[in-house]
């Protein structure tokens, strides 16, 4: 007997797939399939993709903006 979880497994939706461009199966969303999914994970770990992060080349330590607030 399948539980709700597993209803609709494997029905594929009308977005394409982020890595392959296949159509995407519910419940792997924004994938299609489990090596879609390990190529995004590998892709991550390697460092492939970053959130950008805004450096402050006068405030080395990240300290100056927090002392500046505990000031006003």
């Known amino acids: 007997m399948r539980g709700p ?3 609709n497994q494997g029905e594929t939706l009308q977005q394409a797939c982020v ?3 296949k159509p995407q199966v519910k419940g792997r ?3 299609c ?4 999914q390990d190529i995004d994970l590998g892709r991550w770990l390697k460092g ?3 959130i950008p992060v805004q450096d ?3 405030d080395e330590d990240g300290m100056g903006e ?4 505990r000031e006003d």
Do not use: K, M, T, V
Not at 66 to 69: F, P, T
């Open 29 to 31: 969303e924004p994938f």
């Open 19 to 21: 890595i392959c461009g």
């Open 33 to 36: 399939s489990p090596r879609c």
């Open 56 to 58: 402050h080349d006068d």
């Open 66 to 69: 927090l002392q500046q607030r």
């Open 48 to 50: 492939s993709y970053a």
């Open 5 to 7: 979880a597993n209803d």
